[in-house]
């Protein structure tokens, strides 16, 4: 017996009852899904050779007694890769999303063509010397100055693509200080006597004198090394030298006297470890050596005047 039926009658319908739901973008550093932003912020340095050096907040290993030590004896900070461009001290973050697609990702494809990504905030630089003054990027480099603090920080902010849900991501600020010191031989900075008489009338002219550090050494010919303090000594006075770069790097000698028997020893100073304590010996005259001379003439020409 065959028994009729509709194939209509058989036919399913189905209807979504909400959005599909898919993924946010995120942003990618070396290939890996991160939430944060701390791979904006690398430094690459390189040596004449083209051999490079690269350093981020998880591989840095610098700190104010340690800092990093550019390769080659006349680089700038226009030397050191960033994704801050030379000429400039920020970037914003949208620039770099839409000029390295490689920062970025979303698992369902969203964010794709022009302006199909955004995102808000910037990645700001910041360089200072070890006095607190800022640097420009193309300024050469003093080690009396260093070490320099390189601070690369990102602000917080939105990763959002153009369609998909959810399109947006939110991502907090994240910063870190590399401290760079230039490929320079250690130097003499300051020559630094006691300051107590340092300002007011006992200032000095600023080419030869700094109140808060002594003098700065004006001569390291020793042709004219007369032209640097101190011209003069004592047995036992001594001075501090402020040193630029390893103070054990540095050697010391004793140039011989026309006046006698003059010496020096060099310790550290007590109050900084890139100073050093220059002491004076001689000449030095014994007290039981020393004479009194009595003269007659001169005793009858006092007695003289006293009546």
């Known amino acids: 017996m065959l028994l009729p039926f509709s194939f209509s009658s058989q036919a399913l319908s189905a209807t979504t009852s909400g959005m599909i739901h898919g993924n946010a973008p995120y942003f990618v550093f070396d290939g890996n899904r991160v939430a944060d932003t701390n791979g904006f912020l690398w430094i690459t340095i390189s040596d004449a050779a083209g051999n490079k050096q690269t350093f981020t907040p998880s591989t840095n290993p610098s700190s104010e007694s340690n800092p990093i030590v550019l390769l080659n004896p006349n680089d700038k900070f226009t030397n ?27 698992d369902d494809g969203d964010g794709q063509g022009s302006g199909g990504i955004t995102a808000t905030g910037n990645l700001n630089l910041t360089i200072t010397d070890k006095y607190n003054k800022t640097v420009a990027r193309n300024e050469s480099l003093d080690i009396c100055k260093a070490p320099y603090k390189v601070t690369l920080s990102a602000t917080d902010g939105e990763l959002k693509t153009e369609y998909g849900i959810p399109q947006n991501s939110n991502f907090s600020a994240s910063s870190v200080d590399y401290y760079i010191n230039p490929k320079l031989p250690p130097k003499v900075c300051f020559v630094r006597p006691n300051l107590t008489y340092s300002v007011g009338s006992y200032d000095g002219p ?25 011209t003069t000594g004592a047995n036992n006075l001594y001075f501090d030298l402020e040193v630029g770069g390893s103070v054990g790097h540095l050697s010391w000698m004793t140039v011989p006297s026309r006046v006698g028997s003059i010496g020096i020893s060099v310790r550290p100073a007590d109050y900084a470890a890139k100073n050093v304590r220059v002491i004076l010996s001689g000449p030095y005259i014994p007290e039981s050596r020393i004479e009194f001379k009595y003269s007659r003439s001169c005793s009858s020409a006092i007695s003289a005047n006293a009546i």
């Open 206 to 230: 600023i080419s030869i004198w700094n109140p808060d550090k002594g003098f700065i050494p004006q001569s390291i010919v020793p042709s004219s090394y007369n032209l640097n303090f101190p």
């Open 80 to 106: 050191v890769e960033m994704l801050v461009a030379t000429d400039s001290s920020s970037i914003p973050l949208n620039s770099i999303v839409n000029l390295f697609p490689n920062y970025w990702g979303d």
